[in-house]
């Protein structure tokens, strides 16, 4: 059965940091492009990041550009998304999502950024 | 960067059908921007329906079908269904970065 669990969201302060984590399994992970998708609450759904197999290429909602940094981890199965300098708008549910055609999603995590 | 728009909201008859459509700021949409329809559910992550423009998963009900309409990516549902009730997002690419559309919000009543 495939699976992304995302983790790492929480409370935190305004210019404070988070690190997001989403574990895959079930599939080929290191074959697939990934991917980091929030939902503000009560908005709709916003891309914020792709990375390719090898890391090698990363694009960013111009958004998270200098904040955001998505990487991952081939032999562990896992994709990661640090975030810095995080501003109340950054409040959202993040999900991880992936496969040959987006075909997998998480259940996501909630970040909330306040003071 | 670019905006995608969607209907913000449209109802459909149990067993009518609905067409859903998804704007480009930039013209007209392609296939070269590799329309994606999710469907979403209260409390639930996206699920996708269509990539592609047209091409279905295998869990994709055979009521969904995806297109290009007059410049615009498009979903329509035939044989609406109670359980179709969600929000509906188009996803297009654009040299490397992706925009996810507002959302429609598809009532069936």
């Known amino acids: ?115 | 960067q670019a905006m995608v728009t969607q209907e913000p909201s449209l109802t459909v008859s149990p067993g009518g059908t609905v067409t859903l459509t998804c704007d480009s700021s930039t013209g007209a949409v392609t296939s070269g921007h590799y329309p994606y329809w999710f469907q979403q559910k209260p409390g639930q992550g996206p699920r996708t329906l269509i990539y592609h423009t047209s091409k279905k998963h295998s869990w994709t009900p055979a009521r969904f079908s995806g297109s290009l309409l007059g410049g615009k990516a498009a979903l329509t549902l035939s044989g609406a269904q109670p359980e179709d009730e969600a929000e509906y997002y188009c996803l297009l690419l654009y040299s490397g970065y992706w925009v996810f559309g507002g959302g429609t919000k598809l009532t069936v009543l």
């Open chain 1, 1 to 115: 059965e495939v699976q992304l669990v995302e983790s790492g969201g929480g409370l935190v302060q305004p210019g404070g940091s988070l690190r997001l984590s989403c574990a895959a399994s079930g599939f080929t992970f290191s074959n697939y492009w990934m991917t980091w998708v929030r939902q503000a609450p009560g908005k709709g759904l916003e891309w914020v990041a792709n990375i390719k197999q090898d890391g090698s290429e990363k694009y960013y909602v111009d958004s998270v550009k200098g904040r955001f940094t998505i990487s991952r981890d081939n032999a562990k199965s896992s994709l990661f998304l640090q975030m810095n300098t995080l501003r109340a708008e950054d409040t959202a549910v993040y999900y991880c999502g992936g496969g040959s055609y987006l075909d997998y999603w998480g259940q996501g995590t909630l970040v909330t950024v306040s003071s």
